[in-house]
């Protein structure tokens, strides 16, 4: 039986295994294929990517404008190299039709005849994909995912996207999932007010970052402009979404400096169900990892947080992370957390710990992993801590914890080993399972962070390693 002759179900099942260059190659053999798999083919779209040529783009762009059909067929948009040569449009004067963009431009809502005269000429000179860009992506009416490579100069498609959020542009009433990085992995971050539209949209309840800096007001910081966007006002720089108005139920910020702890991010949302944080101290203002912030701002979520996550990176100096972040016990459906050690329970000056396991978790916990040791210079943990861990597998408070994991680099004294191996004996027994991890950052990320070992994947991160 030849492949054109099966049915359409089978052939989109067997689609679904092939990647878009394979689907695009496959449809071009027969028109059947061509009607069959289109929409497979224009399911996930991927521009800017650096074997890609500028062509593909304009090509795409005509295809999805001229046709609805072939636009509603969208639900995922990844924008990639756009700051790199792959973001600047090649075109042939002749190839450009002004007045079909004449058209475009002028059915665009929420924008001045002086805005739009503007926005038309930069079009027309075609050395730039932000304009081309801010017209494409309202006509993928029903998007559920988009990842962003931030480009440094993106007024258009930023502006587009505050617009969306007030109203002023009836799109992105299915998108769910919004994924952001910042287009040098280098330098510089993504201002977090970049990504504020996003939390007005109804339908979006994951939104993934990998190198954002915090923006926030401070009355005893200078405002450090050289991180942001010169030519941004004061009121786009520190635009907040509203408290208590976003649907946004999962914030994941990877390699990425919260160190107000993301409040205006995380009081903007209804219920948030989960948080992780991976801290970098040089990305934005370079903030210190400060747990008890990103406590109090956690706080609002009591009823409604399953998972917190947070920990910082090599970049964060051991003695910034000894703060004490505060008692979980009271957040009644919390199932996961993630913390260094003294930001769960707080030590003392002879490094002991100040507070026991069982008065700061909470008793609906399924997974607990600590952070014991990541000192460079091979600092032993607290004994006391691993007494702890026995007493909390052995507790009757804690019916639903089924697994501790212990991130313990650089332990490496044979007294401190042991006490490890017999910690894990006595959890084991009590019908906990236990986990030892040697490796420094086990719980992000191995090697690359498009390998996590626990939970989803950020795709922010898939975002950043495809830039190379």
């Known amino acids: 039986m030849m492949l054109d002759d099966l049915p359409p179900e089978i052939l989109r099942m067997v689609s679904q295994h092939l990647n878009n ?9 027969s028109r059947r294929l061509y009607t069959v798999l289109q929409q497979n ?8 990517r ?3 040529s500028s062509q593909q783009v304009v090509t795409f762009f005509y295809a999805v404008t001229q046709d609805p059909r072939l636009a509603s067929y969208v639900r995922c948009l990844w924008l990639e190299d756009w700051e790199g040569r792959g973001g600047i449009i090649h075109m042939d004067k002749a190839e450009l039709d002004s007045e079909y963009l004449l058209k475009l431009v002028s059915e665009r809502t929420g924008y001045s005849d002086e805005e739009k005269c503007k926005w038309l000429k930069d079009l027309e000179k075609c050395d730039d994909c932000d304009p081309w860009l801010a017209l494409l992506i309202p006509q993928l009416k029903d998007l559920r995912k988009i990842l962003i490579n931030w480009a440094y100069d993106a007024k258009y498609v930023l502006d587009m996207f505050r617009k969306a959020a007030r109203g002023q542009e009836p799109v992105f009433r299915h998108l769910e999932e919004v994924y952001a990085t910042w287009w040098d992995d280098t330098e510089g971050s993504i201002p977090s007010h970049r990504m504020t539209s996003f939390f007005s949209f109804p339908s979006v309840r994951k939104v993934g970052c990998c190198c954002l800096g915090e923006d926030y007001d401070s009355d005893d910081d200078e405002y450090d402009s050289d991180n942001y966007e010169s030519d941004d006002s004061i009121h786009q720089r520190r635009e907040v979404p509203l408290p208590q108005t976003s649907n946004i139920t999962h914030l994941d910020l990877f390699n990425s400096n919260a160190g107000n702890g993301m409040r205006d991010w995380v009081q903007a949302c209804k219920a948030l169900k989960s948080f992780r944080l991976i801290h970098h101290g040089t990305l934005g203002r370079g903030e210190n990892f400060r747990p008890r912030r990103l406590y109090e701002s956690l706080s609002l979520h009591k009823s409604t947080l399953e998972s917190v996550w947070a920990e910082p990176d090599e970049s964060v100096y051991i003695e910034e992370q000894d703060d004490w972040m505060g008692s979980f016990a009271n957040f ?26 069982s008065d700061v978790l909470p008793h609906s916990l399924e997974t607990l992993y600590l952070i014991i040791n990541r000192d460079s210079d091979g600092n032993e943990f607290p004994v006391d801590a691993m007494d702890q861990l026995v007493e909390l597998a052995n507790a009757e408070g804690f019916p639903h914890l089924a697994a501790i994991h212990i991130e313990a680099c650089g332990i490496r004294g044979t007294e401190s080993l042991s006490k490890l191996q017999w910690t894990k004996r006595m959890c084991e027994e009590a019908g906990k399972s236990f986990f030892i991890h040697t490796g420094e950052g086990f719980f992000s990320y191995c090697d690359k962070p498009t390998s996590w070992v626990f939970g989803p994947v950020n795709e922010a991160t898939l975002l950043s390693c495809y830039q190379y």
């Open 21 to 29: 260059n394979e689907i695009y190659h496959l449809i071009c053999s």
């Open 41 to 48: 083919l224009y399911a996930e779209v991927f521009l800017f």
């Open 50 to 52: 650096r074997n890609h």
């Open 332 to 357: 009644s459906v919390l199932k996961t957390i993630c913390l260094p050690l003294p930001n769960l329970v707080g030590f003392d000056e002879n490094k002991r710990s100040m507070r026991k396991f």
